[in-house]
């Protein structure tokens, strides 16, 4: 298999496993233990599942378009707001 074709695999199996892993995490603490579901403890939880979610979307971007430097540099902000967004969403957007 190529080694691009892996790297980029792999990616997307961590931030589904990452996603999995924050909704069961989210729900279980819902359900056991409401007291610690604060607004700052999810606030916090929010914007580090946002901010993994930036980073793993710069990486797809990266290895999945075969443009030039500049124009990837143009794409990252776009994906990475739009992963940002649809984070936010799932987590806990109103």
Not at 16 to 42: G, K
Not at 52 to 77: D, E, G, T
Request: include cysteine.
């Amino acid at each position: 298999m190529n080694d691009k074709l892996k790297r980029i695999l792999v990616t997307l199996c961590l931030f589904i496993a990452l996603l999995v892993v924050m909704y069961l995490t989210s729900y279980w603490l819902s359900n056991h233990h409401a007291a610690y579901m604060t607004f700052q403890y999810e606030h916090n939880v929010l914007w580090i599942a946002a901010l993994v979610s930036l980073l793993l979307s710069f990486q797809l971007i990266i290895l999945l378009f075969p443009f030039h430097w500049m124009i990837k540099l143009l794409l990252a902000p776009i994906v990475g707001f739009i992963s940002i967004v649809a984070t936010y969403i799932l987590f806990g957007g109103n």
